[in-house]
């Protein structure tokens, strides 16, 4: 009887480890900044949401306050998923800044590091 006890303290000791390496992995590469060539977009400031994301209001409410509702552009998945594939989009909230050569830095999730750089 010792020995099962031992085997599912190894197995769940096995799975606890992976899934700390998983969530680890994917905290790493949601949050990395991707330079992405933007043709067709000119310079500015571009924003990724979706009608089921809960923090989308408040990155919306982050961008109005920064560069006013003007001041950026924003792509719905529910209108724009072809947007979304182009630039390799897969997580919202999303900030594009684009400068004048065409270049985009997309930064995940809340905008505030994309906010300081500015276009």
Known sequence: MNDLWVRVALVAGALAVAAVISLIARRRASGKVRIIRAS??????????ASTCA??????????????IKGYTEFAWERDPETFSEYGVEQVPAVMVVDDAGRGRLFPGQPDRALRLGP
Do not use: I, P, T
């Open 55 to 68: 923090s989308c209001e408040q990155a919306r409410a982050k961008l109005d306050s920064s560069v006013g």
């Open 40 to 49: 067709g977009l000119e310079s500015g400031v571009y924003f990724f949401s």
